[in-house]
């Protein structure tokens, strides 16, 4: 198993163009999360998703948008892209079990810096 | 979710024994509480996961006493390879719980040769 993966490792964007990052993962989890992890700072929740076609906001929603189209992808879209959004990106699964989000899956991560 | 209080860092040196505390004043009964640990340019990795007395895996211990307001992790004789960020969380396990994690500053160990 390759457990969770994140498409693009890195990388770099001018203010105001768009991206959007890839997760994957293949262990059959329901429940999906997007990150973002500035210096020297805990991780802080964007969005996630119980399920397939799901998605919900998490603490720092606000510039980002998400799609769970199938249920082993989870993409994390910016519009336009500002400096402030300059961090790194975890992608994130857990468990479909009731009560088992407690224990989630992270991905490497993507460095995201714009200029 | 209930707040976690834990040092911002700690120094150790390989072969001791580190505790780390965490304070969580405001547990609630369906609360558990969690550890994870991050390497630099990792992800986030659980390492353990407890609700009350002792629990002991391959990679940690963690000490949780009667009242539940606070937990220690215990890493045993360290290594220079432990050195990483110690989150500690407490969450709902309960039914329904859709599994939203509050992530501190954490703590940061250096463990020195």
């Known amino acids: 198993n390759a457990g969770v993966t994140q498409t693009p490792k890195f990388r770099v964007l001018k203010t105001g163009q768009s991206m959007t990052l890839l997760c994957a993962q293949d262990?059959?989890?329901?429940?999906m999360y997007w990150y973002r992890q500035d210096p020297g700072m805990g991780l802080r929740l964007i969005h996630y998703?119980?399920?397939?076609?799901?998605?919900a906001k998490g603490e720092v929603p606000d510039g980002y948008n998400v799609s769970r189209l199938k249920k082993q992808n989870f993409l994390l879209g910016l519009e336009s892209a500002a400096p402030s959004q300059t961090s790194v990106y975890f992608c994130?699964?857990?468990?479909?079990?009731?009560?088992?989000?407690?224990?989630?899956?992270f991905g490497p991560g993507t460095r995201l810096t714009v200029t | 979710l209930a707040k976690t209080t834990q040092p911002i860092s700690m120094d150790s040196y390989e072969g001791q024994e580190v505790n780390i505390t965490c304070s969580h004043n405001?547990?609630?009964?369906?609360?558990?509480i969690t550890w994870y640990q991050q390497f630099p340019s990792q992800g986030p990795r659980f390492i353990i996961q407890?609700?009350?007395t002792k629990v002991t895996n391959e990679v940690a211990s963690l000490f949780i006493p009667a009242d539940r307001k606070s937990s220690t992790l215990s890493l045993p004789r360290v290594s220079l390879s432990d050195t990483a960020v110690y989150y500690c969380?407490?969450?709902?396990?309960?039914?329904?719980?859709?599994?939203?994690?509050?992530f501190g500053q954490g703590t940061t160990l250096q463990v020195k040769p």
């Open positions: 405001n547990i609630a009964t369906n609360d558990y």
């Open positions: 994130a699964s857990s468990r479909p079990e009731a009560g088992s989000g407690l224990e989630q899956y």
């Open positions: 998703s119980v399920g397939e076609g799901t998605t």
């Open positions: 969380l407490v969450g709902d396990k309960s039914s329904g719980n859709t599994g939203k994690l509050i």
């Open positions: 407890g609700y009350k």
């Open positions: 262990m059959n989890h329901e429940y």
